[in-house]
């Protein structure tokens, strides 16, 4: 049997699962808050053009406006300075777009440091049960941040010192850019870094070394809990904006039930 015949079969019989990663967007869609003198993209919103009235007696439609990094987004290298002549979302090859999916979960540690960084260490020991990253997939990492994701201020969880969310280590991060065979990493937190990312050396190392390597981010997942450690596909949809830095994006899962 073909293989996208059986895939198809295997969809409509209910032995493969879609698992919606994408957090639903609208005005309270938390959003980065950099502090003074940084600029802040705008939040998502939406504007009615016409809703079966005079202004379209037969159709509904919208405006919308938002930052390409609000929401379940898509990270191109371009958005950094190390990546800045690499590739912007529209030249990111489909290739890269759909993947197998290995899932290390520390919610467990996040719930009891907000701070919580992941750690070469954890990788290896996830490698010794689960075997290698995949080559061409990506990295998903759970903290359970997902949970806090309809309230602003529990997701980005803020004080005078900055934001406290879970994050991966400069040298953790430096390792999935330089030695790990993955072309992405994606979290359920606001973006790749940890909250305190700003002070890490570099500062907001997931950035500065994977996006730099010509690597993806993709942040704002949501159900991490639904995967497996391994055997999920991963495809991911951002807009193909010419020019742009990143983008919105759809995130599914194929997962063998």
């Not at 698992?19 to 600029?39: K, N, W």
């Not at 750690?119 to 290896?124: F, G, N, P």
């Not at 941040?145 to 803020?158: I, K, S, V």
């Amino acid at each position: 049997m073909p293989a996208i015949t059986g895939l198809l079969r295997d969809l409509a019989a209910g032995n493969v699962a879609i698992i919606d990663l994408t957090m639903p967007l609208s005005e309270r869609t938390p959003v980065l808050q950099l502090p003074p003198p940084f600029a802040n993209t705008r939040g998502f919103s939406l504007r009615e053009v016409s809703r079966f009235d005079e202004r379209g007696p037969a159709w509904s439609w919208n405006d919308i406006a938002m930052g390409e990094h609000v929401g379940t987004h898509f990270d191109a290298p371009t958005h950094w300075i190390t990546g800045k002549d690499g590739r912007d979302v529209s030249q990111v090859p489909p290739t890269d777009l759909i993947g197998p999916a290995a899932v290390i979960d520390k919610s467990a540690e996040c719930a009891a440091n907000p701070d919580f960084l992941l750690e070469i260490e954890d990788l290896e020991a996830w490698q010794r049960e689960h075997g290698p990253l995949p080559s061409g997939g990506w990295l998903l990492y759970r903290t359970g941040w997902d949970a806090r994701a309809h309230d602003q201020a529990a997701f980005l969880n803020a004080d005078a010192s900055g934001s406290h969310t879970p994050g991966i280590s400069a040298a953790c991060a430096r390792w999935l850019a330089e030695q790990s065979p993955i072309v992405g990493i994606g979290v359920e937190t606001v973006g790749t870094d940890a909250g305190l990312a700003h002070s890490f050396d570099p500062p907001f190392p997931c950035h500065a070394f994977l996006l730099g390597a010509g690597k993806y981010g993709l942040t704002q997942l949501a159900n991490l809990a639904a995967l497996p450690p391994t055997g999920a596909m991963l495809i991911v949809a951002p807009l193909p904006i010419v020019g742009g830095t990143g983008s919105p994006a759809r995130a599914l899962a194929l997962v063998e039930r």
